[in-house]
């Protein structure tokens, strides 16, 4: 039997295929982007994966490739982009999967707001923003406050985000809304102060099991560009209590009874707010990082619901594995790709660091402020997630992206 995966995020394909062959089911990547998973496909033997080239925007054709497979046992679409039409098609070709409408819910980050506020879960309501020129600081102080926040309801990769604090942020806003690509509305909330961290999560039949939390370390106001990820955090007890019951209310609000979720939130002074839910594992190399961390394949979870079942991670003891932390590294300027420096010598660093290449050379890196812009990633591990992110900064250091001015 086939188990059909419209895309993936850029890692994790690997141990999903293995997974998939111990569950004794076969994996077919329909993709319009091989060449992204090109790290990891090196890694498999030949065959271990079938892969489908397909126009994945198009859902039509995605259907029809769907439809071409005679044995077709289950449908995986674990990624932001092509959430809302894997689960569509899932519902329409009678295979395993959450509702559709649970999944379009959550992806628009608007609506998860309202529907928080309305059940008391949040502070605040959000703010529409219709006409981004016509915005004022005077219209943001009185419905959600400064600092605030604008970003897309689906947006993805820290894309699409201002932080306005006074009139110069306010007209960088007006200056790239006009020209921005978004993946829907745009809408305004409150800043929230804090460190920011997710939370990683599995739940079947609207049981949750906290994996763990990992960290994010931000670039400096007013991006919000991730540069330093580790797992698991150590918080006090306390605290990892009361984000446990925080989780719980947060996704039984959206009926969020099936699935893995990556949650972003921030630990403010008045405990965890909601950032956004993600209804996938968590991208770059967090997903790498629990395999490691917590002693098993969690890619078998993405088997286990696409195959109708309870998965095995709601039960399994998971922990010995230590920290591990990874490091994204972006170039100082725009412009075409000529080399990462200094990779020869990161076998010199404790912690075993690793380099996960994401952008080949000769390609035009655009955008430095969001997820767009990193190169790689530089991945270490330690005893805990602290000393594994001392390990990753410190090898990381020593690289250089090197890009030179596109033709």
Known sequence: MTIACVEMLSFGLARLARAARESGERLTLLTGVEWLYLHELSTLPAGEIEVVAVDTHDRNAVAEALASIDDLNGLISSTDTWGVTGAELAAEFGLPGIDPAVIRLVRDKSRVREVLYREGLSAFAPLPVEEPAAVTLDQLASAVGLPAVIKDTAGTSSQNVWLVRGTGDLSRFHREAAHAALFGRLFAEPFLAGPVYSAETVTWAGRTRLLGLSSRLMSAQPWFREDVTAFPVALPPAELREIEWWLDGVLAALDYNEGFAHVELAMTTDGPQLIEVNPRIGGALVGESMCRALGVNVYAGLVDLALG????????PLGGGGGVAFVLAYPERAGELVAVHGLDDIARCPGGPEWYPTKAVGTTVEHLTDGRG??????????????ATHRAVAA????????RPAC
């Open 309 to 316: 079942r309870r998965p095995g991670l709601l039960d399994k």
């Open 374 to 387: 990193y190169v790689g990633i530089l991945l270490a591990q330690g005893p805990t997630a602290e000393v």
């Open 396 to 403: 990381a250091g020593g690289l250089r992206v090197e890009t």
